[in-house]
């Protein structure tokens, strides 16, 4: 007999981040019934605080956020097209460029605040009765049996399903008490966004200079205004966090050689500690691990979010197809279909990533000649830029 508490369910998930509700939306239609648990309260999730990151979007990303009916509720003034994008090495003027080849007229991707895509989402997922949202709560037990996962939250309730889906961060506290390790990475370093206002018109590209020892980009979004994302060494993060809003700006001004003129701070700083995940296992008994839960990518690359909504778009098509075949939702045949599909989209993205910022943090002098070499190389090899391009551009 099960105890008055148990919420019985299809499927129960922890974390209603930006993978959590936008896997929430993907099994909105399929009839099963969800359950989303977050720390947060209903306000931080209704109404999200600006946090400073401007996610790039790519159009795969577009794409399913659209069947989702989330991007359709974004304001067309907060989706920001980037035209062209281009990478930068040192003081030298010599940039590799992206841009499209098939289509001048259309955007390589597209910029949207997280808050807004979080706004979004949450307000999407309430429209679904099937999908219900229980704030907070935190979890203080996961364990799981041949036929079902539970999950026991510290106010006492608990939550059994057949299949139980960890969104909870790259620090995943349900995914160590599930048993399944993750290879952490510590870059020592901090990103440091904010919005600014400028002089010089940023011309839709997004820009990334890799300057000894830190590393500025420019994400363009309104008018005259862009998202600057700064990344230094862990220990020298409060140098620009502790300046006044003015010497910031200059210094910014200086970093950027200019290249926007003179630059206004119009946002609160953001400090983000870089620390990349990469789990042991996607997958455990009745239960799976999705977006920076699964991997936590360093954003230099902006695939975090994209790559965690491929997990949440394969995972929900996993569990669908079976429930549409009378087959079990939790069963190892459909895990093990969405940990091979999921590892062969991830792996490779997360280890290029590492490659390109292990490349642009080393200041010596061979790796300085290495980043130069792969900037022209890179401009001259064209089914490289191909490669790139379709990454951001393919649709399905
Ligand atoms: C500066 C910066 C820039 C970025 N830029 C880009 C970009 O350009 N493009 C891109 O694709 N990605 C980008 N990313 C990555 C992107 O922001 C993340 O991949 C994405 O937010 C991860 O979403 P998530 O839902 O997996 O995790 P999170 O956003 O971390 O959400 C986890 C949720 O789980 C909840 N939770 C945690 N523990 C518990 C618990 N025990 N019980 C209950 N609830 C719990 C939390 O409250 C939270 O709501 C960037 C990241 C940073 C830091």
Redesign the pocket.
């Known amino acids: 007999m099960s105890s008055p508490q148990t919420m019985h369910k299809d499927i129960v998930i922890?974390?209603?981040?930006?993978?959590?509700l936008s896997f929430a939306c993907a099994l909105a239609k399929s009839g099963l019934q969800v359950v989303v648990?977050?720390?947060?309260s209903r306000e931080q999730i209704a109404n999200p605080a600006m946090d400073?990151?401007?996610?790039?979007?790519t159009h795969l990303s577009k794409t399913i956020l659209q069947e989702l009916n989330v991007w359709q509720r974004f304001h067309p003034e907060h989706i920001h097209p980037l035209r062209e994008a281009t990478v930068q090495d040192g003081d030298s003027p010599y940039a590799l460029h992206f841009e499209r080849s098939d289509d001048q007229e259309a955007p390589l991707g597209y910029l949207v605040a997280?808050h807004r895509i979080r706004q979004a989402l949450y307000d999407e997922v309430i429209h679904h009765p099937n999908i219900e949202l229980l704030l907070e709560?935190?979890?203080a037990t996961v364990s799981s049996c041949n036929t079902s996962a539970l999950i026991t939250l510290e106010s006492g309730h608990r939550i059994e399903a057949p299949l139980a889906v960890a969104?909870?961060?790259?620090f995943s506290?349900?995914r160590r008490m599930m048993g399944i390790g993750a290879k952490m990475k510590d870059y020592g370093r901090v990103?440091i966004?904010c919005n600014m206002k400028h002089q010089l018109d940023h011309r839709n590209t997004a820009q990334e200079c890799f300057r000894y020892g830190r590393t500025c980009a420019i994400l363009p979004l309104g008018e005259l205004q862009s998202s600057i994302?700064i990344t230094v060494p862990a220990a020298r993060a409060s140098e620009l966090t502790d300046l006044s809003a003015e010497d910031f700006a200059h210094q910014v001004k200086d970093m950027l050689d200019h290249r926007l003129g003179a630059m206004e701070l119009i946002s609160e700083r953001f400090a983000?500690p870089l620390v990349g995940a990469y789990s042991d296992r996607f997958i455990g008994k009745r239960f799976a691990l999705i977006?920076?839960?699964a991997v936590?990518?360093h954003?230099v690359t902006?695939?975090?979010?994209?790559?965690?909504l491929r997990s949440a778009d394969t995972l929900a098509s996993q569990i669908i197809k079976a429930k549409q075949q009378g087959k079990d939702i939790g069963s190892a045949w459909v895990l093990h279909n969405y940990e091979a599909r999921h590892q062969l989209l991830a792996r490779p993205l997360y280890d290029s990533t590492n490659l390109i910022v292990k490349l642009y943090t080393d200041d010596q002098p061979v790796a300085r000649l290495a980043r130069k070499a792969a900037l022209r190389i890179g401009n001259n090899i064209s089914p490289f830029k191909k490669l790139i391009t379709h990454r951001l551009t393919q649709i399905r």
Not at 37 to 40: G, L, N, S, Y
């Open positions: 922890v974390g209603s981040g930006p993978a959590g648990i977050d720390q947060q400073g990151r401007d996610i790039a979007m997280n709560q935190k979890v969104a909870d961060s790259r506290g349900t990103m966004v994302v983000y977006g920076d839960a936590g990518m954003p902006a695939h975090g979010y994209n790559l965690g």
